[in-house]
Structures are given as C-alpha cells and as structure tokens.
C-alpha cells in the first residue's frame, strides 16, 4: 500500500508563513524525486518545488523562489514545504508528490512525469 497524506493547510494573511508536510504511509518506496504541486480553481496544476532524495538538489518555480524551501528528513519519509512571504496568488490546492525520475526530468516538474499523488491541502492567502 501506497498513500501521501499532506497537512498543514489553512487560511494566513498575506506575508505569513505556513509549512505543509507530506507524510509517505507504509514501507514502500514512494520515488527518488518528491515535488509540491498546486491548483487553482480553473487553473492548470502547476510544479512549484521538487527534490531529489538522497541528493542536495532542489528545484523551484520562479514564482516561488526565494520564497518556499522544500526539505525531506533523512529517510525521506517526510516531505516540506516551509512557505514564506505569502501572497494572494498563492492560494490553491497544493499536492504531494513522488515519482522514480532523472535529476533532470525531476527539475522539469511535470506533474504528468508523478506516479504517487496525495490528496491535497487547502492553501488560502488573505
């Protein structure tokens, strides 16, 4: 069995900062590359960080960095997204992610690249 749970959503005033965590469930692997996409209404979803576990490399959207850090703890069973300096545009349903992916394909952020998906959490900047 295979699940990602995020958490950590909710509704903050812009400027604030929140962190979202995605939780992997059971003993399987889940993806070397992890990412945090979101969703707006009548939006297509959008990358917004990844990682490669095991390696240093992290990957942002423009639109967020400087701004977001994604970080994993050292088995990579916990996936963040410490989320600061919001804005309004930043409201959407973000998602966790995992795939089995190049260091390459993983900075693309793709999601049609993302084989495990969580159930989303709800991101609402005032």
């Known amino acids: 069995h295979v699940q990602l749970v995020e958490s950590g959503g909710g509704s903050v005033q812009a400027g604030g900062s929140l962190t979202l965590s995605c939780a992997a469930s059971g003993y399987t692997y889940t993806g070397n590359c992890m990412g945090w996409f979101r969703q707006a209404p009548g939006q297509a979803r959008e990358g917004v960080a990844g990682?490669?576990?095991?390696?240093?490399?992290?990957y942002y959207a423009d639109s967020v960095k400087n701004r977001f850090t994604i970080s994993r703890d050292d088995a990579g069973k916990m996936v963040y997204l410490q989320m600061n300096s919001l804005k309004p545009d930043d409201t959407a349903m973000y998602y966790c992610?995992?795939?089995?992916?190049?260091?390459?394909?993983?900075?693309?952020?793709?999601?049609?690249?993302?084989?495990?998906w969580g159930q989303g959490t709800q991101v609402t900047v005032s």
């Open positions: 990682a490669v576990i095991g390696g240093g490399s992290r």
């Open positions: 992610a995992g795939a089995d992916l190049y260091t390459w394909d993983c900075e693309r952020l793709l999601s049609s690249d993302f084989t495990y």
